[in-house]
């Protein structure tokens, strides 16, 4: 499978670089020569940054991501379109919109306000609008579709995030890395493949390669989503029902232990009231005179 698809890249042309004017210097470990003005990518370095990102690409499908494919170019916009709608992932092919991830609740607030108008033109209430009124807001509908429609079913933010010509599509990752999202990225000989976790050298103008190795990868994340599906679902502990009666028991011994403690305290002497005094030293008053007189 390995030697097929090798072979395939080869004929697609994946192996053609930019001319040396135009590399990285932090591209010579994945380039193999030299030929005249061009340089020439390694095919091996190619397939094994295919399959790391294809094992990538599965685990964060099997755990409950998304994946969003991103391709603004000429070149890769129908490749990522056609990716995306046959893996049921996400895409961008128009254009990246700054803040598309680290200012998402914005961005979901847009998809709401498209869905809005979209109601409106349904149930005619474009059409009763002014002229001017409705042709701006079917431009309004028109630029957010064009620009969000592929990330419209994109509730939460994505796992993984490939990008075709890292070079072209560096907001894109700038934002995925300071959200600590994963990256994947096809790299050209003019790329740093410091911008992405996992380097995919390869032509990015062949339209040919870009489709045989988004492909790939959209098979990787058909392989993700079975195993999501076959994975078994975390057995939840039996909640723990304490009976009734222990307590019932506890509380009866507590009361016959402070009945019984109540019947062997001896009863405390009453002391005499206040009220009592004066009336005692009233008797003793009376009393005096009495055994004065002869």
Same mark, same amino acid.
């Given at each position: 499978?390995?030697?097929? #698809? ?12 930019? %001319? ?36 990538? #690409? ?23 379109? %056609? ?25 979901? %607030? ?60 560096? #907001? ?33 103008? %062949? ?46 011994? &507590? =009361? ?13 002497? =009453? ?5 009592? =005094?004066? &009336? ?9 005179? =009495?055994?004065?007189?002869?």
């Amino acid at each position: 499978m390995t030697k097929e #698809l090798a072979r395939e890249l080869i004929n697609a042309g994946v192996h053609f670089g930019h %001319s040396v004017s135009r590399w990285n210097p932090k591209m010579a470990p994945f380039i193999f020569a030299k030929r005249g003005n061009i340089h020439i990518i390694d095919v091996k370095k190619t397939l094994k940054g295919l399959l790391i990102a294809r094992k990538l #690409l599965a685990e964060v499908v099997s755990s409950g991501k998304d994946v969003v494919f991103v391709g603004t170019k000429r070149q890769a916009q129908k490749a990522v379109e %056609s990716i995306a709608d046959k893996c049921g992932m996400h895409y961008v092919s128009e254009r990246w919109l700054g803040g598309m991830l680290t200012n998402f609740r914005t961005i979901r %607030s847009r998809l709401q306000r498209l869905q809005q108008l979209e109601v409106m033109q349904e149930d005619g209430a474009l059409e009763s609008e002014s002229k001017k009124q409705a042709s701006r807001l079917k431009r309004e509908m028109r630029k957010i579709k064009s620009n969000l429609d592929g990330i419209r079913n994109m509730s939460r933010l994505p796992g993984a995030v490939v990008v075709v010509d890292a070079k072209k599509e560096y #907001l894109a990752l700038r934002e995925a890395r300071k959200l600590e999202i994963s990256t994947v990225g096809i790299l050209d000989t003019d790329s740093d493949p410091d911008t992405v976790d996992v380097a995919i050298p390869a032509n990015d103008d %062949s339209i040919r390669a870009i489709d045989l190795i988004l492909n790939e990868l959209a098979d990787a994340v058909a392989i993700g989503k079975t195993m999501a599906s076959t994975r078994p679902e975390p057995t939840q502990r039996p909640r723990r029902i304490r009976s009734k009666r222990p307590g019932l028991a506890r509380a009866d011994k &507590a =009361e016959t232990e402070t009945v019984g403690a109540a019947e062997e305290t001896p009863p405390k002497e =009453e002391t005499p009231t206040a009220t009592a =005094e004066p &009336a005692q030293k009233g008797e003793t008053e009376q009393r005096e005179p =009495e055994q004065s007189t002869p």
